[in-house]
Every structure is written in structure tokens, then in C-alpha cells.
């Protein structure tokens, strides 16, 4: 076989993950009463007009980057966690869509999930991983942290807000897509990060996605977050999750030159076509 035949796009893997939130007449959640509280929206307004994304890692080497005001162009800006853009506008923009939230962050009461202003007016995706090959009736007791009850109480102290929880079996199926992609080297068996989940989550909304930070470029700085003086390595290049495996599969989606990758700092990828996968 020739090169060409056996080339599959990563972009067309990553969508066929099908990572997606969970919605009302997904069983148990049809019988279980947050499940009520699910969001009827879709996950994003006025799908038609949306052109470009903008994903906002938390790296420390976004600290002096100067994005924020092309971050801030994308119709759709994705943030993660408890990542700030107060005092760090001129790095990381000001513009926030959607916030991908870990179930600490939901959990832990530092995080404050259901007042602190971070979460609020923006959509959430929170998700929990959960055991690999657990149904989703076992997932409702053995959640790694038990989101349910704190989205509960942001769900009913905000009905209107636009708060998703992100189906844990569509996250071990991107698990499972880094895998094949690794090939013999195996990947750690914990779930990818949240970046990764944001990447898989946002592509089949978007035709163009600008990945901000999440390959190290030339400003790396041993910090962990752009927020934070804490100096680990780890963040950037994984421990726990199978984040190396993760950023060698979206640099093989990137479409951009190496001086936007390695200088500036930007990824860019684009939907495939429906016809490509
Ligand atoms: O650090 P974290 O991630 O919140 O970062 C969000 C996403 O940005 C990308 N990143 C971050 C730092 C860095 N130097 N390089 C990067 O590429 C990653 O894609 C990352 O997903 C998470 O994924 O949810 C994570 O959350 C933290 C932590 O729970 C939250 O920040 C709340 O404090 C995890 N850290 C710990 O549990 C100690 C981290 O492992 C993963």
C-alpha cells in the first residue's frame, strides 16, 4: 500500500471520537433529577456564523505573548477551568464563550463553582471521567469527583446559564483515538486533558481553530499557568494525563507555518470535509 492510502486525517479521528454533552433523553439522566436540568440549548448560539475558534490553553508560556487582542478577534473563544483573564488581558484577550471545567474545579470548594463570577455568563462543559468501560448508571456513583451535586445547585440557582456535562464515554472514546494514533507506544490510562476534550468537543462546530499555546513555542518558561509563578514542566509535557501523546496528534492536525507554531505561538486547524472522513 502507498503512503497516501494509508493516511487517515487526525482531524477526521478526532471527530469520529464524537465527544459531545450529554442531553435530557440520554438514559439514566431522563430518570435522575438533575438530568431535568439539562440545558435544552444547543451547546453553541447561531452555529451558521460561526468562522473561526480561538482555544486558550493555560500555559505559562502565554505570560508576554500579546494574543489577547487576536484571541479576542474568533467568533468563539474557549477557556479552561479557572483560568483568568482579569489582570492578563493583553496576553490571553478578554472574550470568553465557553469554559471546558474539570470535576475539581466543580467539586472543590476553592473553585467556589456555583458563585464565583469565572463561571458565570459563559457556557460550561464540565467533565469527570469516570471508570474506563463503566456504564454511565455506575458513572452516577463513581464519578472521580462527585460533579452532580454542585451542577445541580449552579443549574438551579441559574436557569438560564448554558451548563453542559460532558458524556464520559465519548471522552475515553478520544482516549481511545490517541491509542490508535501512539500506535505500539502506549499512552497512559487516564483521560486526556482538558485541552484535548476542548479541541474534540469544539472542531465539529467550527471551520477554522486556532490553538493558542498548547504546543510549546519558543516563550517556553518552565511555569506551569500564565496565572501563576508555580514552575512545573509536567503541565506542559504530562504526567498524568497522556498529554504528549495529545499535542503530537493535534501538531499532526495543525495546518500553520512553523513560525506561527514555534514563534507566535498558534496552531491552526481546520475542519475536514464531510467527504475526507
Ligand atoms: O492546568 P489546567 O489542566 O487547568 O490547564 C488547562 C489546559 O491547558 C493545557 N496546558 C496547561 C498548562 C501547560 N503548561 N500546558 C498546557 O498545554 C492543557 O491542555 C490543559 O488541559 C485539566 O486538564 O483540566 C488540568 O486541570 C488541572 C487542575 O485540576 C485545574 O487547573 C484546577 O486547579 C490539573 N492539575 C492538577 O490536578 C494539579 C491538570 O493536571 C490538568
Redesign the pocket.
Known amino acids: 500500500d502507498s503512503f497516501e492510502e494509508q493516511y487517515y486525517p487526525s482531524t477526521c479521528l478526532v471527530m469520529e471520537a464524537g465527544v459531545r454533552v450529554l442531553r435530557r433523553k440520554d438514559k439514566p439522566f431522563d430518570k435522575v433529577p438533575f438530568g431535568r436540568l439539562f440545558p435544552r440549548q444547543k451547546l453553541f448560539r447561531n452555529i451558521k456564523n460561526i468562522k473561526t475558534c480561538a482555544i486558550v490553553?493555560?500555559?505559562?508560556?502565554l505570560a508576554g505573548s500579546k494574543l489577547g487582542r487576536f484571541i479576542d478577534t474568533h467568533d468563539i473563544v474557549m477557556r479552561?477551568?479557572?483560568?483568568p483573564t482579569q489582570g492578563h488581558e493583553v496576553d490571553v484577550g478578554s472574550k470568553t464563550t465557553i469554559r471546558?471545567?474539570?470535576s475539581?474545579?466543580v467539586t472543590?470548594p476553592e473553585?467556589d463553582f456555583a458563585h464565583a463570577p469565572i463561571f458565570r455568563n459563559v457556557t460550561i462543559a464540565a467533565w469527570d471521567p469516570g471508570k474506563y468501560n463503566g456504564t454511565l448508571e455506575d458513572w452516577l456513583t463513581s464519578a472521580d469527583y462527585d460533579l452532580f451535586s454542585n451542577y445541580e445547585i449552579y443549574r438551579r440557582r441559574y436557569p438560564k446559564s448554558r451548563a453542559f456535562l460532558i458524556d464520559p464515554h465519548s471522552v475515553w472514546r478520544l482516549w481511545q483515538t490517541l491509542q490508535m494514533f501512539a500506535g505500539n507506544r502506549p499512552i497512559s490510562k487516564n483521560p486526556?486533558?482538558?485541552?484535548?476534550?476542548?479541541l474534540a468537543l469544539l472542531l465539529p462546530h467550527c471551520p477554522q481553530v486556532d490553538f493558542v499555546?498548547?504546543i510549546?513555542s519558543t516563550r517556553l518558561n518552565g511555569?506551569?499557568?500564565y496565572y501563576s509563578k508555580e514552575m512545573?514542566?509536567a503541565?506542559?509535557f504530562g504526567?498524568?494525563?497522556p498529554?504528549a501523546a495529545?499535542?503530537l496528534m493535534t501538531l499532526d492536525m495543525n495546518t500553520a507555518d512553523d513560525m506561527s507554531v514555534f514563534q507566535f505561538g498558534i496552531l491552526r486547524i481546520r475542519r475536514p470535509d464531510k467527504l475526507l472522513c
Not at 479552561?80 to 483560568?83: P, S
Request: hydrophobic share 30%; with cysteine; net charge positive.
Open positions: 490553553s493555560s500555559a505559562g508560556s479552561f477551568n479557572h483560568a471546558v471545567v474539570n475539581q474545579v472543590k473553585f486526556p486533558s482538558s485541552g484535548f476534550i476542548g499555546e498548547y510549546p511555569r506551569c499557568h512545573n514542566a503541565c506542559t504526567s498524568w494525563h498529554l495529545e499535542k
